[in-house]
C-alpha cells in the first residue's frame, strides 16, 4: 500500500502516526497487527525517551488534518501490509518517525 497523505490513512493508521508523532523519541511495544493495520486493544506498551535540557514536545504536524508521509512511514506500512496479522515486539521512533521495527520470525 503506497500512501502519500495522512488524510488518506486508516483510522488505526492515523492513530499510530499521531502516537508517533506525540512521542517524538521513544519506543512503542509488543503493538499487535491485523490486516496490516496496528490495533489499540490491548493498548501497547509505550517508552518515550526524554533527553534533558532538550525540546521533548511533541511533533508540531501532530495538529495538521493532513500532509505529505516521509518516506520511512510509508515504509512502516509496507512493512506491516507485509506482516498482514501478527506482532510488532518493537517499534523505534525518532524524531516523530519510525525508525526500526523488530518482528519475531519462526526459524525453518
Known amino acids: 500500500m503506497s500512501v502519500a497523505s495522512k488524510s488518506s490513512l486508516s483510522p488505526a493508521r492515523r492513530r499510530l502516526l499521531e502516537l508517533m508523532q506525540s512521542i517524538n523519541f521513544g519506543r512503542i511495544e509488543n503493538m499487535e497487527v491485523r490486516g496490516g493495520d496496528p490495533v489499540f486493544d490491548p493498548l501497547p506498551h509505550v517508552v518515550r525517551e526524554i533527553k534533558l535540557g532538550a525540546d521533548d514536545k511533541p511533533r508540531p504536524e501532530v495538529a495538521l488534518a493532513d500532509f505529505c508521509l516521509k518516506a520511512q ?33 519462526v526459524s525453518a
Not at 509496507?78 to 521495527?101: A, S, Y
Request: glycine share 10%.
Open 73 to 105: 512511514v510509508v515504509d512502516l506500512w509496507n512493512r506491516l501490509d507485509q506482516l498482514g496479522t501478527g506482532t510488532v515486539e518493537l517499534l523505534e521512533v525518532k524524531h516523530g518517525l519510525p525508525f526500526q521495527i523488530v518482528i519475531p520470525e
